[in-house]
C-alpha cells in the first residue's frame, strides 16, 4: 500500500461535484493524510456569450449554488474543507496553494477549449514545482477500458455501442473513508447567493417538469425513487418520450451535467434493480441512454474544437441564415409551430425542456429556418439546468446535418406534435403562458 504524504494537498472540483464515486478525491485520499478542496465559481461563466446569450442563466446558477452547498456538507464529513470562491480560478487557486503550502493538486481531466484555457492559465501563473494529478472522472466506459484508441472512435453511435457492450467493462464504484481533519482550518469563505451572481431570486415554476434541488443528496434520492421506490424505470423505454410531469423520464441528467452523480453509480444501480426485480426492455434503454452520453464525450475528444465550428466534424458546407427576427421568434415561442412554440415557451420559463422537444426545436431551428445551429446550441447552453458541452454540442451537430447522423433527417414536427401530443395538453399548458 502506498505511504500517505502528510502535507496537504488540494481537490479542485468543476463538473465532478460529488463525493461518492469520484476517482479524483477517491485518489487524493487514498495518497494523503490531508486534503483541502476548492470551488471557483468563474465570473466568465455568467458574462454574455458572442451570440448575446448569457453564458449560465438563473435557473443552472441556483441548481449550481444548490449543489456546492450540498458538496461542501458531504465533504465536511469526512474532514475536508471546501474553499469556494467567486473569481477566476487562475486568481484565487494561487493563493490557497500559498497560503496552505501545497505541492499536488487533483483534478478531473477536461479536453473541451474553455476548460482547458483555463488549466493552462492555472499552469502558467503557478510553481513549475507543482504536481498535477488529472482523472477521467466523467465517463461510463472510462478511456482505458474500451479497447479501441481514441482516434478510431466510430463514426456511428451504433457501432460505438456495440463494440462498448462487447468489448468493455464498467468499473466499479468507489467508496472514500474518512481523512483527517485539519486543526484550526480558517476557511472564511462563502458559497454566493443569485444576487451575488447577478441574478433576481425567482420561484420554480408549478409547471416544471423538473422541480428537483441540486446536490448528490437530491441525486441519489432521486434515483432510489425512480428505481427501488415506485419502480418506474421498468416502464422507462414506454415513457421516455413525454412532456409533461416529473416522472415520464429519469431526470438524471443535470445531476449527471454536474457531477452530482456518476454514469458508473447509475449503471450498477440500475443492475441492483435487476437482480432484486427484473430486467426487461426499459432497465436496458437507460443504460443504453448513457452509453449515448459516453459517445458524445468520445466524439468531443476525438474532434477536439471541431464540434464548435459551423461545418462540424463532417466540415459540410450549408447555406445558413443568420435572420434575427427569426431567431427571436424561435426564442420566444413565436413560430408558426405551436408545438416547437410550447417547448420554447417551457424553456424560458423553467430551465427544462424533454427530450422529445429538443429534436424537434433543434431540428426546426435548423432545417427549417436554416439558422447557424451554433446560436440555437449557445441558447440551449444558457438555458439549460442540465446543460452537458459534450451532449449539447454533440446532439445539435447531429440534428443539424454535421455530426453522426448518417442519414441527415429531418423533424416533421407537425406530425410529431400528433404523435407525441395528439390531445394538445402540453401545447395549451405552455401557450397560454404570458412570456415576460
Known sequence: MQEKQNNTSLVWFTNDLRVHDNDVLNQAILENNHIIAAYCFDPRQFKIDEFGFKKTEKFRAQFLIETIQNLKANLKKINIELFVFVELPEKCIPKLITKHKINTIYLQNQWTYEEQIVFKNLKKVLSKSL????????????????????????????????????????????????????ENIDNSTKIPTL????????????????????????????????FFETKKLGFYKKTRNGLIGTDFSSKFSPWLANGSVSAKTIYWEVKQFEKEHFKNQSTYWLI?????????????LKHGNTIFKIGGILNKIYDWNYDKSLIQNWINGETKSQFVNANMIELKKTGWMSNRGRQNVASFFAKDLKLDWRIGAAYFESLLIDYDVHSNYGNWMYVSGVGNDPRDRKFNVALQ????????????????????
Not at 443504453?288 to 468531443?300: G, N, P, T
Not at 395528439?422 to 404570458?434: D, I, P, R, Y
Request: net charge positive.
Open 288 to 300: 443504453f441512454e448513457l452509453i449515448w452520453r459516453d459517445y458524445f464525450k468520445y466524439i468531443s
Open 131 to 182: 504536481y498535477y494529478k488529472t482523472y477521467y472522472n466523467q465517463f461510463l466506459y472510462h478511456p482505458d477500458n474500451i479497447n479501441m484508441a481514441i482516434s478510431n472512435i466510430p463514426k456511428v453511435f451504433t457501432d460505438f455501442r456495440k463494440h462498448v457492450e462487447k468489448h468493455s467493462i464498467v468499473k466499479n464504484i468507489n467508496l472514500n473513508n474518512n481523512i483527517k481533519a485539519i
Open 417 to 436: 406534435a400528433e404523435r407525441y401530443d395528439a390531445n394538445g395538453k402540453f401545447q395549451n399548458l405552455w401557450l397560454q403562458e404570458t412570456l415576460f
Open 195 to 226: 444576487q451575488d451572481l447577478g441574478f433576481k431570486d425567482f420561484k420554480t415554476h408549478l409547471n416544471t417538469a423538473f422541480p428537483f434541488k441540486g446536490g448528490e443528496d437530491e441525486a441519489l434520492k432521486r434515483l432510489k425513487y425512480y
